[in-house]
């Protein structure tokens, strides 16, 4: 009879969880030295000035573009479904104001509608909806995730009160090329996150942080601890 996989299963699962453990005693020391950022210290920090950026961006771009998730991210990784997703919902908008400029003069425009809503929504599902909200704890250390989840979920109710408050006023305006104006907003978003946002697949928090230190072009450690450039070597006990 072949050999017990358990045996083997037992050390994959032991190396994995070891590592898991020593990155969050990692990110812990890190986060004694560095203490907690408030909001107003958060805007203030020039070594989160892209990662605020971004989640402001992207918790916009959510609900600007007009709509919880399909949960393929650790295999297509969160950039690929942002872009992949904010690029269906821009397509969804561009076709649907078609179909609906011509629904009077063509009989089976109507169908073609349907299929967009279908899209729009599956387009928002694998990425826009569910993953913003993922990269704030990705992004930021635990020192500033709570003023950046309190950041990003205002910037996210604001937009889908923005929405729902002027979407009446640009229908009546608008008519049928209503959608024009969120796919415009989908089209910025997607041109944003294919510049700036980097992949944070299979990355540590502190290889994401060194990508947004560079892009912010943060030298050194500012005199109030607002982040860390040097964090301590990983660690893992056997």
Known sequence: MPASPQPYRRCVLGTTVAWEVAE???EDEAEKAAGFISVLKLFRCDSLRWQLLSIIVLMAGQQLSGVNAVFVVELLGRRLLLLLGFSICLTACCVLTAALALQDTVSWMPYISIV??????IGHALGPSPIPALLITEIFL????PSAFMVGGSVHWLSNFAVGLIFPFIQEGLGPYSFIVFAVICLLTTIYIFLIVPE???????EINQIF???NKVSEVHPEKEELKELPPVTSEQ
């Not at 967009?116 to 929504?121: A, E, F, N």
């Not at 635990?142 to 995730?145: G, H, I, K």
């Not at 944070?200 to 502190?206: L, N, Q, S, V, Y």
Request: charged share 20%; net charge positive.
């Open 213 to 215: 230190t560079k892009m």
């Open 24 to 26: 969050i005693r990692q």
């Open 116 to 121: 967009c809503v279908i899209s729009y929504v």
């Open 142 to 145: 635990q020192s500033s995730r």
């Open 200 to 206: 944070t697949k299979a990355k540590t928090f502190i």
